[in-house]
């Protein structure tokens, strides 16, 4: 698996495109990199919102999120995907029968899918459909993979002391352009809490990951201190970084 993932980090890295320079190649494989740990190929692998058929075809300025079944492929899986084009995964089924998978992954879709309520209030009605019908899907013993920016993480603490939102990727502007961030990110312990309310994973963890610059690592490292005095106590390992995992595994059929 170490050549697998060099190889394809190797071409991330190599790659022009907006979206995998500097830390989107790096977050993307260092994900890559704890799936092939966690359940190495060959496997039937859904992967919701994660693919453009045509990224080869694509100039690489145009290989923008979430066009990453090329590298799934390459990674040796069975690959399916199912992107916003197909349905709505706040809302709609997945169009797969029940026990299809041995792997669902969602990378970096989870915080997309708020719905808004009365009087504009963003609610979980979204996030719980997907996260039901990703278990709904998977076999029995089969692992759901779920990776997302870390709301609760020193990079996002540094970020507001610079004056700028607590998400790691947050609503700016350019001109007259509003490019949009994340309703809202997560923390570990929120992954955990949806997968304890939907009854489901009763085997699980939660993880992080940096994605960071060397340089950037260096000027976060610097506060971590002074937030952990702040906030009372030391982060947990799950905490720690920009990138946060939930791993669980579908129990088996008695």
Not at 2 to 17: C, F, N
Not at 151 to 178: F, I, N, Q, T, V
Not at 240 to 250: A, E, I, N, T
């Amino acid at each position: 698996m170490a050549s697998v993932i060099e190889k394809l980090r190797i071409e991330l890295e190599a790659d022009p495109g907006t979206y995998f320079q500097n830390n989107g190649a790096r977050r993307f494989g260092n994900t890559l990199d704890t799936l092939l740990d966690h359940a190495p190929p060959p496997a039937r692998l859904l992967d919701i919102g994660g693919d453009r058929s045509d990224f080869l075809k694509r100039k690489p300025g145009g290989r923008m999120p979430y066009s990453f079944g090329h590298y799934f492929r390459a990674a040796g899986y069975t690959y399916t995907s199912c992107n916003e084009s197909d349905l709505d995964a706040r809302a709609d089924p997945l169009p797969y029968p029940d026990e299809s998978f041995e792997v669902v992954t969602a990378w970096e879709i989870i915080e997309h899918l708020w719905q808004q309520g009365g009087g504009g209030l963003a609610h979980w009605g979204g996030i719980l459909n997907f996260w039901q019908e990703a278990h709904r899907v998977l076999e029995p013993g089969g692992l759901f993979f779920c990776a997302t920016r870390n709301r609760w993480c020193p990079l996002a603490w540094h970020l507001m002391r610079e004056g700028k939102s607590g998400g790691c990727y947050y609503a700016e502007s350019e001109g007259d352009e509003l490019k949009p961030g994340h309703v809202r990110e997560f923390t570990a312990e929120e992954l955990v809490a949806i997968s304890r309310a939907t009854d489901t994973y009763p085997v699980q963890s939660t993880l992080s990951r940096s994605c960071l610059s060397a340089s950037m690592e260096s000027r976060v490292a610097g506060f971590v201190g002074i937030l952990e005095n702040f906030i009372g106590r030391t982060f947990r390992p799950e905490e720690m970084h920009d990138s946060v995992y939930f791993l669980g595994r579908k129990a088996q059929n008695v």
